[in-house]
């Protein structure tokens, strides 16, 4: 029996249906559904936190990406997959599957751009890090100009703490406060201590993720 067949085998040990692996119909709408149920039955493997089950749950997911290559509900089933290993306390597995959703997003997105400032932070790239932190922080400050998005002004935040600058991060708040008081959300950022708290718990948790260096930069 090749690997293949064992791991098909297992599955059904474990009381996955055959029915949970693709058989890549040709109808849309078919697809579709099967690919719901296929990531129903993933969420529910990566819920339990048992090893067994997750093993099974990877397995399925990669079946789930090849059925359904609509580029937007891979991102999603990525990040769903993504947040439930953050969830299971496997930052450094979460990080680095974040990649590949990463790359399904446009080259000027700053959910993008933010992420690859980190990793090459990580891996001690400082150049490439502050490249895409400093195109992050365009990309927010065009938001902001554009369309006084608060969303923005707290990504920006985000970075600027990240890279240590918080003096910076509450000078903007102010500036951006006194400058646009008809926004509310924009009062409760000038004036909530909690904010801040959940950023510094961000940031730091964010930092806490140790990758492994590559040996060409070791």
Same mark, same amino acid.
């Given at each position: !029996? ?10 059904? %040990?474990?009381? /996955?249906?055959?029915?949970? &692996? ?17 990531? =129903? +039955? ?15 749950? !990877?397995? /399925?997911?990669?079946? *789930?990406?090849?059925?359904d290559t609509v580029r937007d509900h891979?991102?999603?089933?990525? %990040?769903?997959?993504?947040? @439930? /290993?953050?969830? /299971? ?12 959703? !990463? *790359? ?13 400032? &980190?990793?090459? =932070?990580?891996? #001690?790239?400082?150049?490439? +890090?502050?490249?895409?932190?400093? !195109?992050?922080?365009? &990309? ?7 369309? #006084? +998005? @608060?969303?923005?002004?707290?990504? %920006?935040i985000t970075v600027l703490c990240y890279? #240590? ?40 948790? %964010? ?7 590559? =040996?060409?930069?070791?």
């Amino acid at each position: !029996m090749n690997h293949s067949k064992q791991i098909l085998a297992l599955l059904a %040990m474990s009381g /996955l249906f055959v029915a949970c &692996v693709p058989k890549f119909p040709q109808d849309r709408e078919a697809i579709l559904r099967q690919a719901q149920e296929l990531n =129903d +039955s993933i969420n529910r493997l990566m819920q339990s936190g048992d090893s067994a089950k997750l093993a099974d749950a !990877m397995f /399925l997911h990669d079946q *789930l990406l090849q059925l359904d290559t609509v580029r937007d509900h891979q991102f999603r089933y990525i %990040m769903q997959r993504v947040t @439930t /290993l953050y969830s /299971l306390g496997r930052d450094a597995d979460a990080f680095t599957l974040q990649e590949q959703a !990463m *790359l399904l997003l446009p080259e000027n997105n700053f959910d993008r751009l933010n992420y690859f400032g &980190v990793k090459n =932070d990580k891996l #001690g790239l400082k150049d490439k +890090s502050d490249f895409f932190f400093n !195109m992050a922080l365009e &990309v927010c400050n065009e938001a902001m100009e554009h369309h #006084g +998005s @608060t969303d923005a002004l707290i990504d %920006m935040i985000t970075v600027l703490c990240y890279k #240590g600058r918080e003096a910076d991060a509450r000078q903007l708040i102010e500036a951006t406060y006194l400058k646009h008081k008809d926004i509310p959300e924009l009062k409760n950022l000038a004036t909530d201590p909690s904010f801040w708290k959940q950023i510094e718990e961000s940031v730091q948790k %964010m930092k806490a993720i140790k990758l492994e260096l590559p =040996d060409s930069i070791r």
